[in-house]
């Protein structure tokens, strides 16, 4: 029997160091074709950044490491700008194999590496080496037959017969501001569309994006690197200025000219999603407009380009796009809307008219997991007992039964549905209790653990664990008194009521995130509890996983009801016996940062201190889909932008300020930084800035990561004068 190890500090040395204590929790999971093998990947234990390709027999047996990252490349790759974008859009930080496709037939596995494509056996892990070339294969796929893959390379569409090993280049003339295949900036971060091109079901067509770059502004961005400074000159749609124009074609593998479907006069739209209907013979494209009040799901004939309306959403506010829409085989789709105040899911006929409503009620459907239609049961994730939670459900979709829970309650489930619906993958944690995935049959009975990860003597996180406190649940009044707002308050080891604290408020505060729920908490977190403080988060009206009146709370006036519910919440933390008023920090990164900024310059006064981290500080120096949606056109809605902006609130900033940017950030640019710098210093106002040379809009890197959380630590200790946990 291993012997439990006496109970140990958490330091950020640890933390930042090898194994990962959040144990080998498996990422990217996936079922074989057949059902047979689930895959995932998995952190080398040596170094928790390289993640390698594991399987395992859905049947029984142990897992095996069917491809080695480091036995493929040995050392890491520089890749290109498109590549290195793409990674950053899709919020990669991890190195090794970060992605990858099963082929149709559970045969063989497309493995992306450092910019070059392989296929791995799935009997034995052997690799067939697809491309080796200067130019990275971007957005690699295999065909949905298992004859071709495909990538964009150049910015130019290409597939790979893996018959004959023969390549073609399907367009040839994406240079410059041209591309095909390849979503854009604004796709890629704000509307989360990852790709840029779609196979058809029989493997006859592809449906490709034509971008057009010409019309966006040239945002010059200096790349400030620990080597010195390239100049990116990179098309950053700004609020309220051009976007790129995207087009659609469909073109036939078998030969013949492109068809190019026609998605209206009007080019100031966004293409959000593309889908091809379960025979191949419809094209779906759904368009939102500029303002995103209205998104229409138009269905192609994609021998024509001719196409029809066949459902149009529309919102005073704005409409949230999602990966929900589902086409079935029997010519009927699925649908997700939030026509009622709450997402809930709908079944339509092919053109369009409603059969029937699938689940109702004052509570939100996460996203559709899948559809087992043979069965008629559709699967989802929804928060529906309490927004703390996420659990996975099924309801019919042919009755009016209400859902039924297949996963318990008591924390955060995600799921991964097998193609027939008999099976899934289910992934959980809470707060005591990292992620764990185990494989699940339709009634939702464990049949086996892919990855158990248990918290024994043996864990990373072991010698840890005496030290590992309860952290406390909750609500608050919202700054109006109506709205309960849910908080998350973690106390650190040894905690004594009768004392009075320091409390570091980590906030976010923005649209799209949910921070406070029962799932293992950030281990960074617990750095503040060793060091004497408490830690605070509360989910302000405008974020997520409330219904879209919560969310729409700051619809053309972000950063005000925000501010207020964060302040409403601090002071009910500082009247609290254990809190010491006088000692409150608060931190965060990206709208956190803006949040931070917001905070310590309301006449509230009530930070003496502030983290504030890649920090948007002018709206109108962000992009068009995010901040549109919240605070309309720059022309029309000045009085927002200007109540919006960080800089002239700056003469009431209150409290010790440090600002961390990083110096090549291609999302919120470093000019953004910059500003809040200069007015500063021309106030002659001291504060503290740690700048990162070469980091984009997150901190990469273990070694960067320590000093990042070093620099938190010194400052807020310096500034707070937290006395450590016994």
Do not use: C
Not at 133 to 153: C, I, L, N, Q, Y
Not at 554 to 574: M, N, R, S, Y
């Amino acid at each position: 029997m291993a012997q439990t190890p006496p109970p140990q500090r958490l330091t950020p040395e640890r933390v930042f160091a090898d194994p990962s204590l959040n144990g080998p929790a498996a990422r990217g999971v996936a079922f074989s074709p057949d059902g047979r093998l689930v895959t995932y990947l998995l952190p080398k234990p040596e170094d928790q950044q390289v993640l390698d390709l594991w399987a395992v027999e859905t049947a029984g047996g142990q897992p095996r490491r069917l491809v080695d990252s480091r036995a493929l490349a040995p050392e890491d790759r520089v890749l290109s700008e498109a590549e290195r974008a793409r990674r950053e859009r899709a919020r990669v930080f991890n190195r090794g194999i970060v992605e990858y496709a099963w082929d149709t037939e559970g045969r063989q596995i497309l493995v992306p590496l450092d910019g070059d494509l392989y296929l791995a056996a799935a009997t034995d892990g052997s690799v067939r080496r697809l491309t080796q070339t200067a130019g990275d294969e971007v957005d690699a796929k295999v065909s949905p037959r298992g004859g071709f893959v495909s990538f964009v390379r150049d910015q130019n569409l290409h597939l790979i017969d893996l018959r004959t090993g023969a390549e073609r280049a399907l367009t040839t003339d994406g240079r410059g501001v041209i591309s095909y295949g390849l979503a854009d900036f604004i796709a890629q971060e704000e509307m989360k569309r990852s790709t840029g091109y779609w196979w058809s079901p029989d493997e006859a067509r592809i449906a490709y994006t034509r971008v057009d770059e010409g019309p966006v502004d040239i945002v010059p961005r200096f790349d400030i690197g620990p080597d010195g400074t390239t100049v990116v000159e990179q098309r950053y749609p700004r609020a309220g200025r051009p976007n790129a124009v995207t087009r659609l074609f469909v073109t036939p593998l078998a030969g013949g000219a492109p068809v190019e479907m026609d998605l209206g006069a009007d080019t100031d739209t966004y293409l959000a999603r593309v889908n091809w209907s379960a025979d191949g013979r419809v094209l779906y494209a759904q368009r939102q407009n500029r303002s995103q009040t209205r998104l229409d799901l138009i269905a192609f004939d994609p021998a024509t380009g001719r196409g029809r309306v066949v459902l149009s959403e529309q919102a005073p506010t704005w409409i949230n796009l999602t990966d929900d829409f589902t086409p079935l085989k029997d010519g009927t789709f699925v649908w997700s809307s939030e026509r009622s105040g709450f997402r809930h899911l709908y079944h339509h006929r092919g053109d369009g008219r409603l059969i029937r409503q699938l689940t109702s009620g004052a509570w939100p459907v996460f996203d559709l997991v899948g559809v087992d239609e043979a069965a008629g049961t559709v699967f989802f994730h929804a928060s529906k007992d309490t927004p703390l939670e996420r659990r996975l459900y099924h309801v019919s979709l042919r009755g009016r039964s209400a859902p039924t829970a297949l996963t318990p309650a008591g924390g955060w489930w995600s799921a991964v549905v097998s193609k027939t619906g008999r099976s899934f993958i289910g992934s959980y944690s809470d707060p005591n209790t990292p992620p764990r995935t185990g494989l699940y049959d339709a009634s939702g009975r464990l049949v086996r653990w892919i990855e158990e990860n248990r918290l024994d003597a043996a864990h990373p996180y072991a010698p840890f664990l005496p030290r590992h406190t309860q952290p406390e649940f909750g609500t608050v009044k919202a700054a109006d008194g109506v709205t309960d707002l849910h908080y998350i308050l973690m106390k650190p080891p040894g905690f004594d009521p009768a004392k009075r604290y320091p409390v570091i408020v980590d906030v976010y505060g923005g649209p799209g995130v949910q921070r406070v729920r029962r799932d293992w908490r950030p281990l960074t977190h617990r750095l503040y509890l060793e060091a004497g403080f408490l830690v605070f988060q509360v989910d302000n009206r405008g974020m997520d996983n409330r219904g879209h009146a919560f969310e729409a709370a700051l619809f053309h006036k972000p950063g005000q009801v925000e501010t207020a519910d964060q302040l409403a919440a601090t002071e009910w933390l500082k009247r609290q016996p254990y809190v010491d008023p006088s000692r409150v920090g608060v931190t965060g990164w990206s709208y956190g940062g803006y949040m931070v900024l917001l905070m310590m310059t309301d006449p509230a006064r009530a930070f003496a201190a502030g983290m504030a981290g890649a920090a948007p500080t002018d709206w109108r120096l962000y992009d068009t889909h995010y901040t549109e949606r919240y605070f309309g056109m720059p022309d029309v809605n000045r009085a927002g932008y200007e109540a919006g902006e960080v800089v002239a609130r700056l003469p009431r900033l209150h409290g010790e300020l440090l600002l961390v940017h990083g110096m090549a950030d291609d999302n919120v640019t470093f000019d953004n930084a910059t500003r809040v710098l200069s007015a500063l210093q021309g106030a002659s106002r001291p504060f503290e800035t740690m700048l990162y040379p070469g980091e984009r809009h997150g901190i990469r890197g273990q070694a960067r990561g320590l000093h990042l959380w070093r620099t938190y630590l010194d400052f807020f200790g310096r500034k707070l004068r937290p006395e450590p946990a016994p």
